[in-house]
C-alpha cells in the first residue's frame, strides 16, 4: 500500500538508439500515471522555409537531407509531388528502377532498425555493440543485410547515401543490365538471412500490450505499399494523395520542436509497418506471407512491440522484390520523359521504412516553390507514442525503476522514431518523492 502513494517520475533526458535527440518523462502518483512527455528539443531545422524560392526540380536533392538513413522516401514523396503537378506519370522501367531503389533503402533501414536499434532491448543489451560480444553472428549478418540495401542504393541512386540519380521525369541515367545482375549473388544471401530474422525476432519475449489506433497507410492493387498508392485505414479510410490535408491535420506542442498530427476529429492514428501490415498484407511477395505464417504473425497485428516481426517480414519483402525487379528488367529507351512546370499544387505520399511521407509544394510557371508542407511519420506517430508510453506504464507498474525506464525506452523505439539522423548517449535519472 506504501507504494501505491509514492510519487515517481521517470527521465530520460537523452534517448538511445533513435535518431536524434529527445527526452522522456513519466510521472507516477499513487499508482497512476499522471504525465506522460515525448520531447523533441532537437532545434527546428526550417526545409521547407528554405525550399521557398528554389527551383521545383532541386526539391528531390534537399530534402533527401532531412534524412541519412531514409533519402529515397523524402526523394520519391517530392518527385510524385512534382510529377503529379505538372500532368506527368513515370511508368514502365524507369517506375521499375525508382522501386528498386526505394526497396534498397527498405533493406538497409530494416536492417538497421531490427538488429541495431530494437533487437538489443529484447536480448538485453545496452546496444548493439554489448550484443555484438555475446551474438557476433547477428550483428554480422545484419551488416550483410545493410550492405546489400546499400549496394542498390549505389548502382540505381548513384551513391549509397543521398542518391543523386533521381529526377523529375526519371533518373538522370538508367543503369545497365549487367550492372543490376552485380546485385543478385548479394541479395540473395540478404534474403535467407531476413528469413532468418523472421524467425529470431517471432521467438522473441514481447510484452503484453495492444492498441487500438486507426491504422493509415498507402494502398496499391497488386504490389505492396513503397512508392506510390492511395491512402487508407483499416477504419474505411481511402483518399487520394491530394486529400490528406482534409483528413489530418499537425499541431505544435509548447514542449515539443516536432508537431503532433491527429485525424481533423481529433482521434489518434498510427503509420509504418503495422499499418502496411493490416491493410495490405495479401500484397507482400508469397515467401514473405509464408514466412509471417511460419511465426504465427496474421494481421491486424496491434502490439506494437511486435512491429520488429513485421519489419522482419517486410525485409523478406522488399529482397524477394528487389531479386524480381532485377530479373525483369529491361533497359529503357531514355532514362527520363521531359517535364515542363506549370503553375499549381502537387501533392506527393510513399511510404518510407517508418511509415506514411507526405509532401504538398505550391509552384509557379516558372517552377519556382512557392510553398512546401512536410509531413514525415514521426510526427504522425508522436501522439501514438506517448499514448503507448501510458498504457505500458500502467500496466508494468510491478517493474523496478531500472525495468520500467528500459521498458519505456523499448516502447519509443518500436517506431524507431527519426528525430533526425544521429544516435546519442543515454542519461537516465530517476525521481523519487
Known amino acids: 500500500m506504501a507504494s501505491e502513494k509514492r510519487t515517481k517520475t521517470i527521465r530520460t533526458d537523452t534517448l538511445a538508439r533513435v535518431e ?102 529484447f536480448l538485453g543489451y545496452a546496444g548493439a555493440v554489448e550484443m555484438a560480444k555475446d551474438h557476433p553472428a547477428i550483428v554480422a549478418d545484419a551488416l550483410k543485410l545493410k550492405k546489400a540495401g546499400n549496394q542498390v542504393m549505389r548502382v540505381v541512386g548513384g551513391r549509397e547515401v543521398h542518391p543523386i540519380n533521381l529526377r523529375v521525369g526519371g533518373l538522370h541515367r538508367a543503369p545497365r543490365k549487367a550492372e543490376l545482375a552485380t546485385l543478385v549473388e548479394g541479395l540473395e544471401r540478404a534474403r535467407e538471412i531476413a528469413l532468418g530474422a523472421v524467425t529470431l525476432t517471432g521467438g522473441l519475449d514481447f510484452p503484453d500490450y495492444v492498441q487500438n489506433f486507426e491504422m493509415v497507410a498507402l494502398a496499391q492493387p497488386g504490389e505492396y505499399p513503397i512508392d506510390r498508392g492511395r491512402i487508407v485505414s483499416n477504419s474505411g479510410l481511402d483518399i487520394p494523395a491530394a486529400e490528406y490535408m482534409d483528413h489530418f491535420v499537425e499541431s505544435h506542442v509548447e514542449r515539443s520542436h516536432a508537431l503532433h498530427s491527429h485525424r481533423t476529429d481529433g482521434s489518434t492514428y498510427v503509420v509504418g509497418p503495422l499499418a502496411r501490415f493490416a491493410t495490405s498484407f495479401e500484397e507482400l511477395t508469397p515467401l514473405a506471407r509464408e514466412a509471417a505464417a511460419g511465426v504465427g504473425l496474421r494481421p491486424p497485428e496491434r502490439n506494437p512491440f511486435r512491429s520488429i516481426v513485421v519489419r522482419a517480414v517486410e525485409l523478406v519483402g522488399a529482397v524477394d522484390e528487389a531479386l524480381e525487379l532485377i530479373a525483369a528488367y529491361e533497359e529503357p529507351d531514355a532514362p527520363a520523359v521531359e517535364v515542363t512546370p506549370r503553375a499549381g499544387v502537387g501533392h506527393g505520399v510513399s511510404e518510407a521504412p517508418r511509415g506514411l511521407l507526405y509532401h504538398r509544394y505550391e509552384i509557379d510557371d516558372e517552377g519556382t516553390i512557392l510553398d512546401a508542407v512536410i509531413v514525415p511519420p514521426t510526427s504522425q506517430n508522436q501522439t501514438a507514442i506517448e499514448a503507448d508510453l501510458r498504457g ?24 524507431d522514431p527519426c528525430i533526425s539522423c544521429a544516435t546519442h548517449f543515454l542519461k537516465l535519472d530517476i525521481d523519487r518523492a
Open 20 to 121: 536524434g535527440e529527445g527526452a522522456m518523462r513519466v510521472r507516477i502518483e499513487a499508482g497512476r500515471v499522471t504525465e506522460v512527455a515525448l520531447d523533441i528539443y532537437e532545434p527546428p531545422r526550417f526545409f521547407e522555409a528554405f525550399l521557398r524560392g528554389r527551383d521545383f526540380a532541386e526539391a528531390i536533392d534537399i530534402t533527401s537531407r532531412i534524412c541519412g538513413i531514409c533519402p529515397v522516401a523524402y526523394q520519391m514523396s517530392a518527385v510524385t509531388a512534382m510529377e503529379s503537378l505538372c500532368g506527368v506519370e513515370v511508368g514502365g522501367q524507369l517506375r521499375a528502377l525508382r522501386r528498386l531503389l526505394y526497396c534498397g533503402e527498405w533493406i538497409e533501414s530494416h536492417a538497421l532498425h531490427v538488429f541495431m536499434l530494437h533487437a538489443p532491448d
Open 392 to 415: 505500458v506504464v500502467e500496466r508494468s507498474l510491478e517493474l523496478t525503476d531500472a525495468e520500467l525506464s528500459v521498458r519505456c525506452e523499448q516502447t519509443i523505439r518500436n517506431y
